[in-house]
């Protein structure tokens, strides 16, 4: 009875079926109407528009709150031998990745052509000029707030990562006030994060029909000559995250002295879990019995997984790097420029950090990035249009970059655990 009165709930035709498939159903209709009744559909683009508003409205609070509560979450306590080298592992990974993105993106320069007049406008014409000296020194903010309004993405991550650390220290202090304080401001973090992540969640169920309305934008302005384009981009990220498992992890595995062969019959189930839940955090159960079965210590993995869930991106960070490119190439025609790729490495990196391991996560940091190199994401802009046709494929995309980035915490957790001089057989857990 219960059950036949949910189904008729408000709605529930829409609400009770996977979003997944809500947002594909409502790319493939965007290309229909776009491409059936070309200008004649252009009325739908507000509707779109109210889509990358939405996201954008949510952007800076989950940024501040989700690095502040990342940052907090590494215990200096904990942050010992191991933490310091699973860390750097996961960073340096990390920067790795968003290289092997950019590489591939520059040799297969996956674009499509998207409105060469808008061009210009929307070039990241400040941040070109700028050379990479004075973009390191911008990193720091002469003041947090103006940084926060001003939307300026790398001076907030970085006071937001020096604040958590801050607070981290608060929460082990022996002063009971000192640490009541820290648990507190820790505390409200965690809930303004909490309430984002329910108002992401809220902002999805309406993706369909915005991914449906910029889509048919997007097809009615410029036909069928788009589609070769989104197989193209699908590809070369694709090619990144195969690149990268294998010469990345298997060769990091392997300068461990752990044999790849090995890593990978392990490393397959998170992989697979990963892939098909979108979700580093739901896979975390997984990862961390691949861990064990690795012979990794559970006082390793119970610590590094979980944060490797939170911190630890690479997957995301391949994704990052492509998908400027495909934008900058179709919104403004133009290659990155060295100064762009390097604060990309920087800012995706960072932003890693940041990326919450739910589905979805790494397409709104993606916004953050694009910011940084000075592609924003302006309601009708060529850029929003070149962003759009990334969201509409994010399923997809997202499947690949979250069984990478699981992979990547077994492999980096493995190999601290090895390097330590921890790594056991599975029986002697
Ligand atoms: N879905 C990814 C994960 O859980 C995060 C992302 O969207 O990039 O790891």
């Given at each position: 009875?219960?059950?036949?009165?949910?189904?008729?709930?408000?709605?529930?035709?829409?609400?009770?079926?996977?979003?997944?498939?809500?947002?594909?159903?409502?790319?493939?209709?965007?290309?229909?109407?776009?491409?059936?009744?070309?200008?004649?559909?252009?009325?739908?683009?507000?509707?779109?528009?109210?889509?990358?508003?939405?996201?954008?409205?949510?952007?800076?609070?989950?940024?501040?709150?989700?690095?502040?509560?990342?940052?907090?979450?590494?215990?200096?306590?904990?942050?010992?031998?191991?933490?310091?080298?699973?860390?750097?592992?996961?960073?340096?990974?990390?920067?790795?990745?968003v290289a092997i993105g950019l590489f591939v993106g520059s040799l297969l320069h996956p674009h499509?052509?998207?409105?060469?007049?808008?061009?210009?406008?929307?070039?990241?014409?400040?941040?070109?000029?700028?050379?990479?000296?004075?973009?390191?020194?911008?990193?720091?903010?002469?003041?947090?707030?103006?940084?926060?309004?001003?939307?300026?993405?790398?001076?907030?991550?970085?006071?937001?990562?020096?604040?958590?650390?801050?607070?981290?220290?608060?929460?082990?202090?022996?002063?009971?006030?000192?640490?009541?304080?820290?648990?507190?401001?820790?505390?409200?973090?965690?809930?303004?994060?909490?309430?984002?992540?329910?108002?992401?969640?809220?902002?999805?169920?309406?993706?369909?029909?915005?991914?449906?309305?910029?889509?048919?934008?997007?097809?009615?302005?410029?036909?069928?000559?788009?589609?070769?384009?989104?197989?193209m981009v699908?590809l070369t990220v694709?090619i990144g995250?195969?690149l990268?498992?294998?010469?990345?992890?298997?060769?990091?595995?392997?300068?461990?002295?752990?044999?790849?062969?090995?890593?990978?019959?392990?490393?397959?189930?998170?992989?697979?879990?990963?892939?098909?839940?979108?979700?580093?955090?739901?896979?975390?159960?997984?990862?961390?019995?691949?861990?064990?079965?690795?012979?990794?210590?559970?006082?390793?993995?119970?610590?590094?997984?979980?944060?490797?869930?939170?911190?630890?991106?690479?997957?995301?960070a391949i994704y990052q790097g492509v998908c400027c490119i495909f934008i900058a190439l179709s919104?403004?025609?133009?290659m990155l420029?060295?100064?762009q790729m390097?604060?990309v490495?920087?800012?995706a990196?960072?932003?890693?950090?940041?990326?919450?391991?739910?589905?979805?996560?790494?397409?709104?940091?993606?916004?953050?990035?694009?910011?940084?190199?000075?592609?924003?994401?302006?309601?009708?802009?060529?850029?929003?249009?070149?962003?759009?046709?990334?969201?509409?494929?994010?399923?997809?995309?997202?499947?690949?970059?979250?069984?990478?980035?699981?992979?990547?915490?077994?492999?980096?957790?493995?190999?601290?655990?090895?390097?330590?001089?921890?790594?056991?057989?599975?029986?002697?857990?």
């Open positions: 009875m219960e059950q036949s009165e949910k189904k008729k709930g408000f709605m529930s035709w829409y609400f009770g079926t996977n979003l997944l498939y809500r947002i594909l159903a409502g790319m493939a209709l965007g290309i229909i109407l776009g491409l059936v009744f070309k200008e004649h559909i252009l009325w739908i683009k507000p509707f779109g528009d109210l889509f990358v508003r939405l996201l954008k409205m949510i952007v800076m609070p989950i940024i501040v709150s989700t690095l502040i509560t990342g940052a907090a979450s590494i215990s200096p306590a904990k942050l010992g031998k191991v933490g310091i080298r699973i860390v750097l592992l996961y960073l340096l990974t990390s920067a790795f990745a499509v052509a998207i409105d060469a007049t808008t061009v210009a406008s929307a070039a990241g014409k400040d941040v070109a000029k700028l050379s990479f000296s004075t973009t390191l020194l911008n990193i720091v903010p002469t003041n947090y707030f103006t940084s926060i309004v001003n939307e300026q993405v790398l001076p907030v991550i970085f006071f937001s990562i020096l604040f958590g650390i801050g607070v981290s220290y608060l929460c082990i202090s022996k002063d009971e006030k000192v640490r009541k304080n820290g648990e507190t401001i820790l505390a409200f973090f965690e809930g303004v994060s909490t309430v984002m992540t329910k108002m992401v969640g809220a902002i999805m169920q309406y993706a369909p029909v915005g991914v449906c309305a910029l889509i048919a934008t997007v097809f009615a302005t410029l036909g069928a000559k788009v589609i070769g384009g989104l197989g699908v694709f995250y195969a990268h498992i294998l010469i990345v992890y298997f060769g990091v595995v392997g300068l461990f002295g752990i044999s790849p062969v090995r890593f990978w019959k392990e490393a397959k189930n998170p992989f697979i879990t990963g892939f098909v839940t979108r979700s580093s955090y739901g896979t975390v159960p997984v990862t961390m019995e691949c861990c064990k079965n690795l012979g990794v210590p559970k006082e390793v993995y119970s610590f590094s997984i979980p944060l490797g869930a939170t911190i630890n991106m690479d997957g995301t919104a403004t025609g133009q420029t060295g100064a390097g604060t490495i920087l800012t990196t960072l932003m890693s950090i940041g990326t919450a391991g739910v589905p979805g996560a790494g397409a709104i940091m993606l916004l953050m990035v694009l910011d940084s190199i000075g592609l924003r994401v302006d309601a009708g802009s060529a850029v929003a249009g070149a962003y759009a046709i990334i969201l509409g494929l994010d399923a997809i995309l997202d499947m690949g970059r979250t069984a990478v980035n699981v992979t990547g915490d077994a492999a980096c957790t493995a190999c601290v655990a090895k390097q330590m001089g921890l790594l056991g057989t599975k029986a002697d857990q």
